[in-house]
Structures are given as structure tokens and as C-alpha cells.
């Protein structure tokens, strides 16, 4: 993985109450979108890679183009695994500005497997291999990791409220001992 590559997931656009779900300070849909994005574009060069993990927007596709708009404010070379609320056809997500789009994702790294996958209750995919690293969404607030002991990163906006570097991740799991 390069190191200006970044994660990130469950920016919920034009999902209004997610506000009040997850206590996002935001007096409303406009401003939320456009504080994540200043937050995104503060760490994000136009270059970076972006690993979304799920949940882009809360639209139809029948708004795309205005889901396009807002995601085309975000900087960066950015990729969707797949969430629960993403539901549109893979091309119409490619047409809204993602290069790539996966229902998971994974890859390796110094002997580590890292497995992009938007819930962690899929966790059960790598529970057995010590040498794996689940990178989730989904779960918005309801915890940043479990490590050590199952080796699951949240890396969504909810708990970092920007996109995580990879070399973040990899502190992170030094820091709990897990490399």
C-alpha cells in the first residue's frame, strides 16, 4: 500500500438524521457536508488514494448527479467498498467519481492481510488468522478498534472524523502490539 493512502467511511450524504444518531455537531445537512469535507481536504491531496469503506450516501440513484456534485468536493483518487446503504449499480458509483468499486477489498502488507469490509460482524472471515487486519465501517461511534484481541479498526467519520493514513493504522496497531 502507498504510503499516501488513506480510509475512511460512513459519510452518510444527505442522510440528514445522522446527525442525531451518531451527535454530529452540525446545525444541518449543508453544514455537515461541508465541514467533512474541509476535514477531508485538510489531510487529502488531490493524488492520495482513498479507500471509502461503505455507506457514500443516503440518495437513490435517481440523484446521482447531485451525489456526484458533493462527492466530487472531496480531494483524492478515491475507491468504495461497498456498504449496507450503498445500493446503486457499480457503474453508477464509478460515474459519481470512484475509480474502482468492490463489495471487499483486501491486500497485504509486511506479512499482514488487510481485509477492507464495511461490517465488522463479518469478522468472522479472518478471526483465525493472527496475521489479519479487519479495516471496517458501519459501526459509526460505537467503538474506534478492538485491539488487540480482534484486530478491527473502525475508520469511520464518526470516531476519527477525517480519513485515517495507513501509517496511522500501522501506529495504532503497534501502540496495541498487534505488529
Known sequence: MKPNTYFVADWHLFHDAIRFYCNRPYKDINQMHKMMQFKHNQVISPKDEVWNIGDVAMLSSEYARKVAKEISKFNGIKHLVLGNHDEWRTHSYENAGFWTVHTAFWFQHEGLTFYLIHDPAKYTIIQNDPKAIMLCGHI???????LPEKRIINV??????????????????????VI
Open 140 to 146: 459509526h461511534n460505537l467503538f474506534k478498534h478492538l
Open 156 to 177: 469511520g467519520v464518526d470516531v476519527w472524523e477525517k480519513p485515517v493514513s495507513f501509517g496511522e493504522i500501522l501506529s495504532l496497531l503497534k501502540e496495541h502490539n
